[in-house]
């Protein structure tokens, strides 16, 4: 075991116990005053978070005080570094619950040389070198007590910027470095000798794609054909108080689509802290002239699954914004993404290759949407949109008629993982879409949907991975008009239904398919009677047969009634008359009749 001093004094102190606890042989130590040793101080350089490993004579520790840098060098720099020396510099990055950095490594000057110059094919230096233990195995064997082992080994002189001293970053919080020098003075009459490199602690927030700004913020670049992204630190917990975006960045004429794989976000023992952790999906949209507007597409909180999406047909770039507070964390979440070429219209006016459409108009006041081949099977990678337009002053009430898509709603929120149905009421909101996000195969959950203006909009997405295939929906659509319980429909050739009040076309009375609305099935009411005059007036005429019925039948179960007593009255005093015998005295004398059987009888006379 060898000790260095930290500066020209050394202080020893010997201990013993009584009585003593092993054989009391004593020690033997040998010392050297020498000034070749490494000059620690110069090594540190007064830097925070530098410090020297007691003991050792050149070994440091780099401790990172949140997204700091430091400089390290080789000893002696920039003069020539002293033989026959080791050093080791271990670099720590923050890690903890809120906290998960890693090490950025970057030579600024390297003069180390090697007997023996690197064996290009095996990449190893035989004698002095710098070895770079940037993953977890390399780190634990250069540490250990084995033999060394290095993701990089260096030695020789590189001039700044070559590629052999491009950055390197560990794949977690901790890097080694160990210097290593000979006895062999190699000197290349070049200066300065030995190395400087920048080390640089940067957050891991555990996202692929490139960063975007200062390390430290959660901004994250993804322009790959295709690709995922996360939750920070997924599928560990994400840290508190996190706000990250994502930009998913196309050319012009391409689209962009994701699709989750996992999401799961804190929820709140509240309704308030329900949504205190948040996705955001947005359509960024480049104006002409260059400038940029965003567009909100939809928001997830905790017990939803966000369904696929595809950005606006004059969007090439998404972006989704992921927010957690101080309350909680969980998992976070897993999506996919894909760059594709736009369609040249937003809504097909031709079937070809595309489903969807535009419905309405050319004096159509109902009609059906149903997806692709119902009642068969719909399959993945499908992109739908239909525009259901009416008359203005009118509205369009969607009725989800009948609905087998994959996946269900529950209290807290939609879960459409592989199959979703989007519907947008307001077209006339430009700043947030006015949607509706639902799947499921009960439409009883699903209340008719009213636009507010003459427009509406229908989208059905699925996985482009996978989906299990259910028959899908077919939804009823109906063009109606609010008026208020004083009014009356205005138009000729309208009805007016009695709760919601609406007022429809009056050819969709009694066509098998309620048009009224939520509650309101009086457009199908009495379909069997012929009508005439008010509804008022039907159910008087309707009333007073029923009372008619009811009359004539108590008439004849009264007249049963009568008749079946009197039978039965008349029944009865003639068994009276038959059972009553005249009166006779007992005789006083008996005559026992001859005996004619196995039994006595009796006569009297």
Known sequence: MEIYSLTEHLFLEFNTTNPPRADHRGFVIEYEFSSRFVDVAKLIDGQSGVTHMRGTECDVRVESNRETQHIISSPNYPQYYPLNTSCTYILDGLQGAQNLERVILTFLHFAVFSEDEMD?????????YVGVAATTGTIKATLGDGESSYDVQLCTRYPPGDEKLSPIMSDGPRMVIVFSSD????????????FRASVQFRTDFGIPGLPVGDSNKCQFMFNQPAGFFNSPRYPSSYPLDTNCTYYIKGRRGQKVITYFEQFALHQGLSQADLCGDWLEIHDVITEPDGRESTKLKSRYCAGALPGPTVSAWHSHEMRVIFHSDHHGTATGFKAFYELRNAPAEDIPTSPRGRCGGRV???????????????????????ICNWEIGVRKGYMVLLNPYHLEVEGEMTALGANC??????????????????????????????????????????????SPDKVNGLKGFNFTWT???????EETCTSSGMY??????????????????????????????????????????????????AGLVILVSLIVLCFVLKKKFGKKKKRHHHQQRQQRQPFRPHSTSQTRRPHTSSHDEIEYK
């Open 120 to 128: 290009t094919e095996d990449g190893v230096c035989s004698d002095s």
């Open 360 to 382: 309405g108009g050319s004096g159509k006041t109902a009609g059906w949407i149903a997806s692709p081949g119902f009642p068969n099977k719909y399959n993945k990678d499908l």
């Open 479 to 485: 063009e109606v008009r609010l008026v208020s319980d």
């Open 183 to 194: 006895d062999q003075r190699i000197n290349d009459n070049q200066h300065p000798l030995g």
């Open 417 to 462: 993982q592989n199959a979703v149905i989007r519907i947008d009421s307001d077209m006339t909101n430009t700043d947030a879409a006015d949607g509706i996000e639902f799947c499921g195969t009960d439409p009883g959950k699903i209340s008719p949907i009213l636009s507010k203006s003459n427009i509406m909009r229908l989208s059905f997405l699925t």
């Open 496 to 545: 007016k239904c009695t709760y919601s009040k609406f007022c429809i076309d009056e050819s969709l009375r009694c066509n098998g398919i309620p048009n009224c609305g939520l509650h309101d099935n009086t457009d199908e009411a009495h379909c069997n009677v012929e009508e005439s005059g008010t509804d008022v007036r039907t159910l008087m005429l309707a009333a007073a047969a």
